[in-house]
């Protein structure tokens, strides 16, 4: 049987008067890439604040390897190997991309010197940003500073990775890499949710496909079963109530 890595459970989120999640429950198998899509204002971020512990659910449980982490701050979360990246990349802009990737493993994951060392080289052969390790960040262009968001996470060590967006702002010939690199980071074993608009990217890159709209789930499953999925296809057009 399929060992499961995270279990989300009837995930309820509200701002104000705004029901940002209604009820969202799946469980993700370790070594697996979820696609986790919906429109504009979906939830999806939403939920990605709440797996690593930036907001606490007002309904709901989350459990990471059996334990659950419902309530946990954000720094037992990141420590106990779930870390994520930002739809707007969040550099330290005055530091150069070697200095971000320490800063990340040494306090996010508070591992050593010497061995957050060792996790920034390999974090940065994994995301092509060994040439640039010296560069300061103000100056990336924005495909670097993507690939930066995911060392800086890898260098906490992550077991399940949380990736907003990595492809938006991306060209043509940026972004297969992109995705080839979230394939290589899987085959090093870490599991991976990954967000994405583009509905050919999911297609290539992913195992299975959760949507949600206006916070509720909609469907999941393999991707060419969401794609054909009649209320899947009417959110995407507008029409989804
Ligand atoms: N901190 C907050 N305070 C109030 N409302 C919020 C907050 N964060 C998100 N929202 C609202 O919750 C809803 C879901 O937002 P969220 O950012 O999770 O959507 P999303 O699916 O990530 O959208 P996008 O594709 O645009 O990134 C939106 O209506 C958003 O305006
Ligand atoms: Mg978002």
């Keep these: 049987m399929e060992d499961t890595i995270l279990s ?27 696609g986790l899509m919906g429109p504009n204002g979906a939830g999806k971020t939403t939920l990605v604040n709440i797996i690593c512990g930036f907001y606490k659910p007002d309904e709901g449980s989350i459990a990471f390897e059996g334990k659950d982490i419902s309530g946990f701050p954000s720094h037992k979360i990141c420590r106990l190997g779930i870390a994520r ?36 080289q390999k974090a940065l052969e994994l995301t092509d940003l ?14 670097s500073l993507k690939r930066l968001e995911v060392a800086r996470a890898l260098a906490t ?30 085959q090093t074993g870490v599991t991976i949710i990954l967000i994405e ?33 009649e209320k899947v296809i009417e959110c995407y057009l507008g029409e989804c109530d």
């Design 85 to 120: 990246t930002y739809q707007i990349p969040q550099p330290f802009w005055e530091l150069t991309v070697w200095q971000n990737v320490l800063v990340a493993g040494m306090y996010g994951k508070g591992i050593s010197r010497l061995e957050a060392e060792t996790e920034v």
């Design 130 to 143: 060994s040439d640039k390790k010296d560069v300061h960040t103000k100056h990336m262009a924005t495909i």
């Design 157 to 186: 060590k992550p077991k399940l990775l949380l990736v907003d967006e990595p492809a938006a702002g991306l060209n043509e010939t940026e972004l297969p890499r992109m995705l080839e690199i979230l394939s290589n980071i899987r």
């Design 8 to 34: 989300v459970r009837g995930i309820k989120k509200y701002f104000g008067g705004l029901h940002a999640l209604n009820n969202v429950s799946f469980d993700l198998p370790k070594g697996q890439i979820m």
């Design 197 to 229: 608009h583009v509905m050919k990217v999911m297609k290539e890159a992913v195992d299975t496909i959760f949507v949600i709209n206006e916070g509720k789930p909609i469907a999941h499953g393999l991707p060419d079963d969401v794609m054909k999925d």
